[in-house]
């Protein structure tokens, strides 16, 4: 880490552990009243879980190393679909291909509009593997909600469950989007339930 990161990461710990104080009544002073500024999950750790020291490396680095060695480990298990960190490890390497391939560059800010899902876990580690920032968005926001943030990102490319994909594509023309990648939640469900879940779409779509 460098010098200036040394020094910020000790401000930060220091910021941490005065907030810690604060949420637990050990410091008196008016919090703010925004969570994401306040923290008050900070009292539920220690001081010496606030001053550890962070992993000097990515987050897929991080998980890559400590899990590489156990290949036939269970990583997801999506819908009874049991993900080995083998194949956890081979998906995030072609998911990180296409993306370079349709020009996903390091730095690059890349929105993913979507719920928890196979997808989503591959893409974020995907685009952290080649050094591309995710930009995670509620997928109950609104089309304006949706512009303000993919502008406020500064994204210049969006992945989207294809759930949303409508509103997010008409979205996506007005801000300049370069690409829209869409994908389905039933792409990593085991055989009988990716059916019915193909039939209960059909099924709404008809509705």
């Given at each position: 880490?460098?010098?200036r990161g040394?020094?910020?990461a000790?401000?930060?710990?220091?910021?941490d552990?005065y907030?810690?104080?604060l949420?637990?009544?050990?410091?008196?002073g008016p919090?703010?009243?925004?969570?994401?500024i306040?923290?008050?999950w900070?009292k539920?750790?220690?001081?010496?879980?606030?001053e550890a020291?962070?992993?000097g490396?990515?987050?897929?680095?991080?998980?890559?190393?400590n899990?590489?060695?156990y290949p036939?480990?269970?990583?997801?298990?999506?819908?009874?679909r049991?993900?080995t960190?083998?194949?956890?490890?081979?998906?995030i390497?072609?998911?990180?291909?296409?993306?370079?391939?349709?020009?996903?560059r390091p730095n690059?800010?890349?929105?993913?509009v979507?719920?928890?899902c196979?997808?989503?876990?591959?893409?974020f580690?995907a685009?952290?593997?080649?050094g591309?920032?995710?930009?995670?968005?509620?997928?109950l926001?609104?089309?304006?909600?949706?512009?303000?943030y993919?502008?406020e990102?500064e994204?210049?490319y969006?992945?989207?469950?294809?759930?949303f994909?409508?509103?997010?594509?008409?979205?996506?023309?007005k801000?300049?989007?370069?690409?829209?990648?869409?994908y389905s939640?039933?792409?990593w469900?085991?055989?009988p339930?990716?059916?019915?879940?193909s039939?209960?779409?059909r099924k709404?779509?008809?509705?």
């Amino acid at each position: 880490m460098t010098e200036r990161g040394t020094k910020l990461a000790a401000l930060l710990k220091e910021r941490d552990l005065y907030l810690r104080g604060l949420a637990n009544g050990e410091i008196q002073g008016p919090p703010v009243g925004y969570p994401s500024i306040d923290k008050p999950w900070l009292k539920y750790f220690s001081e010496k879980a606030i001053e550890a020291q962070l992993p000097g490396c990515t987050a897929y680095e991080y998980m890559y190393q400590n899990n590489k060695d156990y290949p036939e480990g269970i990583a997801l298990d999506y819908f009874g679909r049991k993900v080995t960190y083998a194949e956890l490890f081979e998906s995030i390497e072609r998911v990180a291909v296409a993306y370079q391939e349709i020009g996903i560059r390091p730095n690059d800010v890349v929105t993913i509009v979507s719920v928890s899902c196979v997808t989503s876990i591959l893409s974020f580690y995907a685009l952290n593997r080649i050094g591309a920032e995710a930009d995670f968005i509620s997928v109950l926001s609104t089309e304006s909600e949706m512009e303000q943030y993919f502008k406020e990102a500064e994204a210049q490319y969006v992945v989207s469950l294809d759930l949303f994909a409508e509103k997010v594509v008409k979205v996506a023309e007005k801000c300049g989007i370069k690409q829209v990648v869409v994908y389905s939640l039933k792409e990593w469900m085991p055989m009988p339930i990716s059916i019915g879940f193909s039939l209960k779409m059909r099924k709404m779509d008809k509705a």
